[in-house]
Every structure is written in C-alpha cells, then in structure tokens.
C-alpha cells in the first residue's frame, strides 16, 4: 500500500523561504506521477505543481509561478517543494499527493490522485 508523508512545514515571515519534502513507501516511487496541493481556510483544495515521472515534465500554478518549484529525486523516494518569497496567502495546509501506478500526467487533477498525505502546515506571517 503506497503512503506518503510530508515535512518541513512549519511558521515563516513573509519573504522567508521553505521546502516541503515527501516521502512514498510502499512501492517503486519513479513509477509515480506527484503533485503538492493545498488548501486555505474557507477555501478549495488547489493544485500547485506536479511532475510526471519524467523528472523535467513540470506544471505549476500561476499562483506561485517563478516561486515555487517542484522536484523529484527517485533514489530517495522524494518529492520537494522548493517555495520562495513567501507570502500570507501562501498559508494553507500542503497536501502530496501521488497519481495511479504508471500513470502519466504533468499536471495532475484531484480526481487522478490515487493517494494522498496527511498534509502539513505552512503559516506565512506578514
């Protein structure tokens, strides 16, 4: 059964930068498309970026183009979210989320995810 688990959320001052990582288990990650959401108080899930498991095929939200960047490293079952310039309505609660076993998408949508994280905390104080 695949499951994942995110870190490094946690408080930051606006402009700060921090770097969400997730981990799956369970079965062979480079055969997983994976995508960060998140979702603000009173607000719906959204998605912020994917990667296929072709490691250079990438989507990101308009949103948090040019400051957020998603990444994956196979050898460590790892998917990252490098997130820069951070600001108040960047606070939500993060969500990893992986795609059917051998699936191909690079922008996931929440009806192809197949597993989801507990989901992890990001406050951006101003």
């Known amino acids: 059964q695949v499951q994942l688990v995110e870190s490094g959320g946690g408080l930051v001052q606006a402009g700060a930068s921090l770097r969400l990582s997730c981990v799956l288990s369970?079965?062979?990650?480079?055969?997983?498309?994976m995508g960060w959401f998140r979702q603000a108080p009173g607000k719906e899930r959204e998605l912020v970026a994917s990667?296929?498991?072709?490691?250079?095929?990438?989507a990101t939200a308009d949103s948090v183009k040019g400051r957020f960047v998603i990444s994956r490293d196979n050898a460590k079952n790892t998917v990252y979210l490098q997130m820069n310039m951070l600001n108040p309505e960047d606070t939500a609660v993060y969500y990893c989320?992986?795609?059917?076993?051998?699936?191909?998408?690079?922008?996931?949508?929440?009806?192809?995810?197949?597993?989801w994280g507990k989901g992890i905390l990001v406050t951006v104080d101003s």
């Open positions: 989320a992986a795609g059917g076993r051998g699936a191909v998408y690079r922008q996931i949508a929440s009806w192809a995810v197949k597993t």
């Open positions: 369970g079965d062979t990650f480079s055969l997983y498309s």
């Open positions: 990667i296929s498991i072709y490691a250079g095929d990438t």
